[in-house]
């Protein structure tokens, strides 16, 4: 604090870049996990299939 009531505008300002960018991140990393999240769900689900048709084959 530049003097001692009140934050530097500076750094506010460079605190409020830093969660952007963070939030930015994070919105990503999130997207990024669901997709993960539905290949694996649908390789799971192929999978499954494909043991069902094994199990049922003559």
């Known amino acids: ?4 009531s ?3 505008i500076h750094s ?6 830093d969660l952007a960018s ?3 991140q994070l919105l990503i990393a999130v997207y990024l996990a669901e997709q993960l999240r539905s ?3 649908k390789l799971h689900n192929t999978r499954s299939k ?5 199990r049922n084959a003559p």
Do not use: C, K, N, S
């Open 1 to 4: 604090m530049a003097d001692g």
């Open 22 to 24: 963070l939030t930015g």
């Open 39 to 41: 290949d694996l769900e």
């Open 6 to 8: 009140r934050p530097d």
């Open 12 to 17: 506010v300002d460079h605190f409020m870049q």
């Open 50 to 54: 494909q043991g069902d048709a094994r």
